[in-house]
């Protein structure tokens, strides 16, 4: 009854979007989410506070790969 959260894993279209984190210059606040690899639309999806929020991010899409930054 009050056992672990169970995982969630979610799907992205990796041939029409790429994860990337959208990193602010002025105050260091940093968002994980996707962007449209043709029109550049940015759709942010959790905040990053600790190293693991985005292990998180990660492992509920799947994502192996090292995320870009974006400013």
């Given at each position: 009854m009050?056992?672990k959260?169970?995982q969630?894993?979610?799907?992205?279209?990796?041939?029409a979007?790429?994860?990337?984190?959208?990193?602010?210059?002025?105050n260091?606040?940093?968002?994980?989410?996707?962007?449209?690899?043709?029109?550049?639309?940015?759709?942010?999806i959790?905040?990053?506070?600790?190293?693991?929020?985005?292990?998180?991010?990660?492992?509920?899409?799947?994502?192996?790969?090292?995320?870009?930054?974006?400013y």
């Amino acid at each position: 009854m009050f056992g672990k959260k169970k995982q969630v894993h979610h799907t992205y279209d990796a041939a029409a979007v790429k994860p990337v984190i959208h990193a602010s210059i002025c105050n260091g606040e940093q968002v994980a989410g996707f962007q449209d690899r043709k029109t550049g639309h940015f759709e942010g999806i959790c905040l990053i506070k600790t190293p693991q929020d985005l292990e998180r991010f990660k492992e509920e899409y799947g994502i192996t790969e090292e995320i870009g930054k974006v400013y």
